[in-house]
Every structure is written in C-alpha cells, then in structure tokens.
C-alpha cells in the first residue's frame, strides 16, 4: 500500500493526467476522499475522481462523442490495472478549467492506502 499522495501521482501517471490547466482533451485527477471503511491495520479505501474534458466547439453531438472517447481510452487504460477499482462513471456536463468552459465528466476509482 502507499500514501494518498503516492496513491495519486501513481493514478495520474497511469492515466496520464495533467496537474497544469492544458488544452482539451485533458484529464485530471482529485482526491475524492474515504468513509473511513478499514480494510485492516492502517489500511483504508481512498477514492479518486478523474475528471475528463474536452473542448465544445459548438456541437453538441461532436464533443459529447469526443468525449466517450476519452472517457473509453481512461477506462481502458483503468482495467489493465489491478490497483485501482472503478466505481462510477458520472453523466457529462459543463464545467470550467482555467477560465474555458469545457464539457466534462468524471470516473471515481478507489484504492487502499495507508493513513
């Protein structure tokens, strides 16, 4: 097991994700928190939100589609992992990075980690 810190540079670097405001597509990660479920010993189950974005380019259907694509890529690159479980997949909405608004949705994943 490892930190939350350690736990979160191991997701961002398996899913390539930027710790800058870049140009879309880009993919973030946050830490999600825990329910303080133990696992054992020091051990508990640490969630994750991935925040995949793209830009909208004035159609709807182009970015929504631009958007599962990303979002299937993460998820793929997820299941070749035995570290990290997959919890949800949230529905797509706009939000804002660094001053563009960018339509976006989130995968939570969780892992153990020592705290």
Do not use: H
Request: net charge negative; hydrophobic share 45%; glycine share 8%.
């Amino acid at each position: 097991m490892s930190t939350v810190a350690q736990a979160r540079a191991a997701l961002s670097t398996l899913v390539g994700a930027s710790d800058d405001a870049v140009d879309p597509p880009a993919v973030y990660v946050f830490s999600n928190g825990t329910e303080f479920q133990r696992l054992g010993g020091v051990g508990i189950e640490w969630e994750f939100r991935i925040t995949c974005v793209v830009g909208i380019p004035g159609n709807n259907a182009q970015a929504s589609n631009a958007l599962a694509a990303l979002i299937a890529t993460t998820l793929g690159t997820l299941n070749t992992s035995t570290t990290w479980r997959i919890l949800n997949v949230s529905r797509e909405g706009v939000t804002e990075v660094a001053g563009s608004k960018l339509l976006a949705a989130d995968i939570a994943v969780s892992t153990k980690v020592d705290i």
